[in-house]
């Protein structure tokens, strides 16, 4: 669903919620839950064009929840973050299973190694948290976790629409979403997500 337009060239966007990611009971999650800001597809963010948006839509910031391994040039399962179509950042959950194929990572992408963090939260809601900071820099917190902490993305200012989406396939995931609020341009006011652990914030470390 399209949340919202920045009319006037975004420096700095707040996007806060309660999410719901539910796996099956029986065999793995499939396929993503995403955020994005940027130029969406006319048509909007439906099944056809989040096919190829597991690593982000072509012209703008990307948060992907990227359940399912499609092969060998696929992240998932993992966190990540993209500009612009290209992939800036992989958060690896430690609950499996996690990628089989880390060497795949390109160099300059940001990786972690398993910690735990679960990319689904089970029946209930978790608070998401996403803060893209005035000069690009970026933080995802999810379910009390700072997976993502001041990420450099090379992001300036640009008008887009605020869109929240997911897919699946054969497989399932059961995505919903309360308590949607963003803000665009905000100077320091934007209500935040409450965290709900108190657990040692871990912070992405570059991939060697």
Same mark, same amino acid.
């Given at each position: 669903?399209?949340?919202?337009?920045?009319?006037?060239?975004?420096?700095?966007?707040?996007?806060?919620?309660?999410?719901?990611?539910?796996?099956?009971?029986?065999?793995?999650?499939?396929?993503?839950?995403?955020?994005?800001?940027?130029?969406? =597809?006319?048509?909007?963010?439906?099944?056809?064009?989040?096919?190829?948006?597991?690593?982000?839509?072509?012209?703008?910031?990307?948060?992907?929840? %990227?359940?399912?391994?499609?092969?060998?040039? %696929?992240?998932?399962?993992?966190?990540?973050?993209?500009?612009?179509?290209?992939?800036?950042?992989?958060?690896?959950?430690?609950?499996?299973?996690?990628?089989?194929?880390?060497?795949?990572?390109?160099?300059?992408?940001?990786?972690?190694?398993?910690?735990?963090?679960?990319?689904?939260?089970?029946?209930?809601?978790?608070?998401?948290?996403?803060?893209?900071?005035?000069?690009?820099?970026?933080?995802?917190?999810?379910?009390?976790?700072?997976?993502?902490?001041?990420? =450099?993305?090379?992001?300036?200012?640009?008008?887009?629409?605020?869109?929240?989406?997911?897919?699946?396939?054969?497989?399932?995931?059961?995505?919903?979403?309360?308590?949607?609020?963003?803000?665009?341009?905000?100077?320091?006011?934007?209500?935040?997500? =409450?965290?709900?652990?108190?657990?040692?914030?871990?912070?992405?470390?570059?991939?060697?």
């Amino acid at each position: 669903m399209a949340a919202g337009n920045s009319k006037d060239p975004a420096t700095n966007l707040t996007v806060s919620m309660n999410v719901q990611l539910a796996r099956p009971s029986l065999g793995i999650p499939a396929d993503q839950f995403g955020v994005y800001f940027g130029t969406l =597809p006319d048509n909007g963010l439906n099944i056809a064009t989040l096919s190829g948006a597991g690593e982000g839509i072509p012209s703008g910031l990307s948060v992907v929840w %990227d359940f399912f391994d499609s092969g060998i040039d %696929d992240f998932a399962p993992a966190l990540t973050v993209s500009l612009d179509g290209s992939v800036l950042a992989v958060g690896y959950p430690d609950i499996p299973p996690y990628d089989p194929n880390p060497d795949t990572i390109p160099n300059g992408v940001v990786s972690s190694q398993p910690f735990a963090f679960s990319l689904t939260t089970g029946t209930s809601f978790v608070p998401l948290l996403i803060q893209l900071k005035t000069g690009g820099n970026l933080d995802v917190t999810f379910d009390g976790l700072k997976v993502i902490s001041d990420l =450099p993305t090379g992001y300036t200012p640009r008008t887009g629409t605020l869109g929240v989406a997911a897919r699946t396939g054969d497989l399932a995931i059961t995505a919903a979403v309360d308590d949607l609020v963003y803000a665009f341009n905000d100077p320091g006011t934007a209500p935040a997500a =409450p965290v709900i652990d108190s657990s040692p914030t871990p912070t992405l470390a570059p991939s060697v």
